[in-house]
């Protein structure tokens, strides 16, 4: 069994975060995730990029199935940028799998996602011990954002996941500093090559150990000299260089037009560093705001008001306690470095941002990836906390662990109320979906479409309506309109233009009109319109779209 985490609290008031029922709750919660998953992965609709990343996944295997003779995938739109391996897998499996290729898809994610919160929790409980362990698997599964996430989000959510497990690998070789293990070094080496294969940011990694590392040299430098020191990083360097490798082939595995040239990697960096698109707005404290031209608070500010209250206490406590632990040197140096690495691992992402100013856009979702990290170290520092109490009454203790029962019973409570749209939620602090309608974007992947476009066709079945004599019925949409035409089926067509629709179906974000026309169903949550469907059979609507408030 591994040995507990480091403690900022000795003694026997912090026993009992070593017993281990703690284990076998964080084995329980992964079981019940994986029946979650079971049952609720059909709920969960398609996104924007869903289709384009089904077809990529599609030629990449052709690519391999041809022996690359068929290279469409090397230069398919912008996607050849960034790794396919989910895209591959989830094609793969839909041969296999009793499901069409999107419920496949939902599913896959959904496992990929509960693996992750897997190695979350094993690195939550090297920093902390069992029940921060626990904790840190409870917290995540029960954040709205990772958890909506990880059904739908075909490269965020699995590169969220990489990363958790390229962490975990980390703090396993800085607990064999300076001699890691030849096992390790694969197995961080497979680690990052997973993650840079998925998106080549996971290079950001090389950041969140280099204050581990300056820790662990400055730690050395005072009880064996700088000579020895230095001796003894340039030994950690020279054991851990053969990951580079392995890491190479991984990634290549996974995203064959990186390794076409030994340039293209750095290619890809280049066209990410600068904007691709042609710039559009989206609604940002209740204004639109180029998106390019988001302010530097952007992601703090965003990040204050999606995660849960508790996560946002403990985590903040964590990070004061980790930089207190940095320095007390009655602890393990490597325990020390550990926890700053993954402290690192929540913080540098978003302050690299807010330097360099990226456009930042559709929320937080491209740094969800922050979030494993975020989590063990929120249950690290409630770990602290609850143990500081025990050391000070058993009522204190009891009240404490209740308190945070309560915040994540609130979380499983919010989750509940906005299945399957968990990814839109936002915190009380914002006043809930409700408070942050008009000055944030909900739904901005377009997932409500699925439910209302099975509204639709139970309606047209209800009413016992007959198809025109076109033979199909034609739906115009704002919105997704790829994701509208494959949730509709062959009976629909959609178009842009609703001037010769029968149909409207409209998003509930800033860009969409509210039409004057029946109602024929509403996707609704917490009083808030995720999607309609309009009845304008012989009515004049000229367009969906309309302009947004000043």
């Known amino acids: 069994m591994m040995r507990a985490g480091p403690s900022s609290f000795a003694g026997p008031a912090s026993l009992w975060a070593a017993r281990p029922v703690f284990d076998r709750l964080a084995l329980a919660l992964l079981a019940v995730l994986v029946i979650a998953a079971g049952l609720t992965f059909r709920d969960y609709g398609l996104g924007w990029d869903d289709y384009t990343h089904s077809q990529y996944g599609d030629l990449l295997l052709s690519l391999y199935g041809s022996g690359f003779r068929d290279q469409r995938a090397l230069s398919f739109v912008n996607l050849y940028m960034y790794g396919g391996g989910f895209d591959m897998l989830a094609a793969l499996a839909a041969k296999i799998l009793p499901f069409d290729l999107f419920e496949t898809r939902r599913l896959i994610g959904g496992l990929i996602g509960i693996a992750g919160i897997a190695a979350t929790w094993r690195l939550g409980r090297r920093l902390g011990g069992p029940a921060a362990g626990f904790l840190t698997a409870l917290l995540l599964a029960t954040l709205p954002l990772f958890y909506g996430h990880m059904f739908m989000n075909p490269k965020d959510a699995p590169f969220a996941v990489a990363m958790a497990f390229l962490l975990l690998a980390l703090v396993h070789a800085l607990e064999h500093y300076p001699e890691p293990p030849r096992a390790v070094v694969v197995c961080v080496g497979l680690a990052l090559g997973v993650a840079t294969g998925t998106r080549i940011l996971a290079l950001i990694g090389a950041l969140y150990m280099l204050p581990a590392m300056l820790l662990l040299l400055i730690d050395d430098a005072h009880t064996r000299g700088w000579r020895e020191a230095w001796r003894r990083l340039g030994r950690f360097v020279l054991l851990m260089l053969p990951l580079l490798p392995i890491a190479y082939v991984t990634m290549g595995l996974l995203w064959p037009w990186a390794v076409l040239d030994p340039l293209n990697p750095l290619l890809a960096v280049e066209y990410f560093a600068h904007f691709f698109e042609k710039p559009w707005k989206e609604l940002y404290e209740g204004a639109l705001v180029s998106v390019p031209d988001m302010p530097a608070t952007y992601l703090p500010k965003l990040f204050s008001l999606k995660l849960p209250e508790i996560v946002l206490l403990a985590g903040a406590i964590g990070l004061i306690g980790t930089a207190i632990t940095a320095f007390r040197r009655d602890l393990s140096a490597r325990r020390r470095a550990a926890l700053l690495m993954v402290a690192g ?184 319109t995720f999607a309609t469907v309009y009845d304008i059979r012989g009515r004049t609507v000229g367009d969906l779209l309309t302009m947004p408030p000043p």
């Open 345 to 528: 691992a929540a913080l540098i992402p978003v302050v690299y941002a807010m330097i360099s100013r990226p456009a930042l856009y559709n929320g937080v979702r491209h740094f969800t990836f922050i979030l494993p990290p975020i989590a063990a170290i929120a249950a690290v520092g409630a770990v602290w906390v609850l143990t500081w109490l025990r050391t000070r009454h058993v009522a204190a203790f009891a009240t404490g662990a209740a308190l945070i029962a309560l915040g994540i019973g609130s979380s499983i409570t919010d989750m509940v109320r906005l299945h399957p749209y968990q990814y839109a939620h936002f915190n009380w602090l914002a006043g809930g979906v409700r408070g942050a309608d008009l000055n944030y974007m909900l739904d901005y992947w377009g997932l409500a479409f699925k439910q209302a476009t099975e509204d639709l066709r139970a309606h047209l079945k209800e009413t016992g309506e007959k198809r025109p004599p076109r033979g199909y019925w034609i739906v115009a949409v704002c919105g997704p309109q790829r994701v509208a035409q494959v949730e509709l089926g062959a009976k629909f067509q959609t178009t842009a233009d609703p001037r010769r629709a029968d149909f409207a179906l409209t998003l509930g974000e800033f860009y969409c009109r509210n039409l004057n026309a029946p109602v024929i169903a509403k996707v609704v949550r917490d009083d808030v």
